[in-house]
């Protein structure tokens, strides 16, 4: 089958890594790509949102899955706009309908779903512009610190960890009245904050059936000891070394499920990945947030464990059979440490040649933001590569990720040299 990955970032490389290996696949095409998913598959020069132009080549090359990779797509409604189509209703695009993917375009959305469906979350209120009095009399009513996150999309960035009352209510009039993270800031929740230690775990659904993948834990500052600002992801871990058989049977049966059911009870079409971020509090699991893909940099360590064919996986959501594949995870570990460009997450340059990416022994390396220029691979984005090994435990395989990060080398490289410092 011909396959067409849609995205540009390590997730995306990721995806490529895994299903290239698969006996199904005839062609593979990435959309935009970028210069690691240039060694093994056809990067294509498309908007992941020119859902017209992404038709034409769909019909072209005879592609009968997409795989979506970001978010903006899916909260565009890709999905939708294929089943609307004649032509294209046969292609299986692994994604949620545009109604379900406001599970992570609306932080609303996501908090009335998961009180409708008894997901245990943080409590929380929203406010516009309009309200913005009555927010900061809100903040009054909590304990600090107070966590203050933009409604929509912002990229990753929206969510802000405020300990000073005064700098939050002055935080939340940015965002509401000030625009601070433009559209996505129209509307602002305010939610109590949950003193625990953070995870990820991804379900891979058919709209039925559902399989948990292997859980990941995200490092999302840009500091050392998770300090600064909030960026994309500067490393993850998997498996989480506290998730035991209790806390993932509590995690199965409080989270997972009723959110399995909650999609399929108010008709959400859902074919693809959810992303669940969860705050571990006493042993107790509660939800932070949902993400409606995979998500970025945990990617990078989840899709390397799963042993078995992702592909034939995904190539079962169109017809609803995933109960009936072989799911195999391997036990290893796996680590990954983003190297990104100084300056990031505000403002940094491009265009800088990545030097050691022949030297890279026994990892692999996945490109995020990169590009070929003149025959070399140079910088093209603030995170740039990802650089993921294996080990019998999380150390053992940091400490390869690290020996090879060594060898590796471009303008103002940053990288954080504590992943996992608090496992």
């Known amino acids: 089958m011909n396959v067409l990955i849609l995205g540009s970032g390590g997730r995306e490389h990721a995806f490529a890594h895994s299903i290239v290996k698969s006996s199904l696949l005839s062609k ?5 790509g970028n210069a690691g998913t240039a060694l093994m598959a056809t990067n294509v020069d498309l908007s992941v949102t020119d859902f017209d132009a992404i038709k034409a ?7 009968t899955m997409v795989v979506v990779g970001p978010e903006a797509p899916l909260v565009a409604g890709i999905y939708d706009y ?3 189509d004649d032509s294209l209703k046969h292609v299986n695009v692994i994604g949620p309908s545009k109604n379900a993917a406001m599970l992570e375009g609306s932080k609303e959305f996501a908090k009335e779903f998961m009180q ?4 245990p979350t943080a409590a929380y209120e929203s406010f516009t512009a309009a309200s913005v009095d009555q927010g900061k009399a809100f903040i009054d ?3 600090a610190p107070f966590v203050l996150k933009a409604d ?4 990753g960035k929206g969510v802000l960890i405020i300990n000073d009352a005064t700098e939050a209510k002055n935080a939340l009039e940015e965002m509401l009245v000030g625009g601070k993270f433009g559209e996505a800031s129209n509307k602002v929740v305010i939610e109590e904050f949950l003193d625990g230690i953070e995870m990820s775990v991804f379900v891979m659904t ?4 559902y399989k948990i993948m292997p859980t990941a834990k995200d490092y999302k500052r840009i500091g050392e000891g998770d300090t600064g600002l909030n960026t994309g992801g500067m490393g993850a871990v998997s498996p989480v070394p506290f998730a035991d058989d209790t806390l993932m049977q509590k995690i199965e049966q409080q989270v997972v499920i009723p959110t399995i059911n909650g999609l399929q009870s108010e008709q959400l079409d859902y074919k693809g990945f959810v992303f669940i971020g969860l705050m571990i509090v006493n042993n107790e699991p509660f939800v932070i947030e949902y993400n409606v893909r995979m998500g970025d940099p945990e990617t990078e360590v989840v899709l390397p464990r799963i042993s078995s064919d992702l592909l034939s996986h995904l190539n079962a959501f169109a017809k609803a059979a995933l109960h009936k594949e ?3 995870i391997d036990p290893r570990s796996a680590t990954t440490v983003m190297c990104v460009a100084g300056g990031y997450p505000e403002a940094y340059d491009k265009g800088m040649r990545i030097n050691g990416l022949d030297q890279v022994e026994n990892s692999i390396v996945f490109h995020a933001g990169t590009k070929k220029h003149n025959g070399e691979v140079v910088t093209n984005g603030g995170r740039v590569m990802a650089i993921t090994s294996y080990g019998d435990d999380f150390k053992h395989a940091l400490k390869k990720s690290y020996e090879n990060i060594s060898k590796l080398s471009f303008d103002r490289m940053y990288y954080r040299s504590d992943i996992g410092f608090d496992l």
């Open 116 to 119: 409708r469906n008894k997901v």
């Open 326 to 328: 072989q799911f195999q």
């Open 57 to 63: 080549f769909v019909l072209e090359h005879e592609i």
């Open 152 to 155: 929509g999309l912002a990229g």
């Open 28 to 32: 593979l095409y990435v959309a935009p």
């Open 82 to 84: 294929f089943q609307a």
């Open 141 to 143: 009513t909590l304990k």
């Open 206 to 209: 058919d709209g039925d059936s």
